[in-house]
């Protein structure tokens, strides 16, 4: 079994910074990507952003120049540093994980979500 943990949430004002983390844990064999999604109140869930295992990103346009994405491949952790926060980036976090084992057999597992709540 295999579960991720988020911690990092919380409450901040516009302008400031917040760092979320997650760590994977279990019977881990290789996890192909790592990323964090968001949904926001009234909205469908969204992609914030992700990493590889060669460490390439990708980011939702609203996010780009403010959040920076970071993994660990030894921890198996991922990291989403927010800096510049709008009231618009209030919502549940969540991180996500593409885990692979030999055979060809893979498994995405989801995070419990954490609030971020940015104050204006």
């Known amino acids: 079994q295999v579960q991720l943990v988020e911690t990092g949430g919380g409450l901040v004002q516009a302008g400031g910074s917040l760092t979320l983390s997650c760590a994977a844990s279990g019977s881990i064999f290789a996890i192909e990507t790592m990323a964090w999604y968001r949904q926001i109140p009234g909205k469908q869930r969204e992609m914030v952003a992700t990493?590889?295992?060669?460490?390439?990103?990708n980011y939702a346009d609203s996010v780009k120049g403010r959040f920076t994405v970071s993994r660990d491949n030894a921890k198996n952790t991922v990291d989403l540093q927010m800096n510049s926060l709008k009231p618009e980036d209030t919502g549940v976090y969540y991180c996500n994980a593409l885990l692979s084992w030999p055979g060809g057999r893979y498994l995405e597992i989801w995070g419990q979500g954490t609030l971020v709540t940015v104050s204006s």
């Open positions: 990493v590889n295992s060669g460490s390439s990103t």
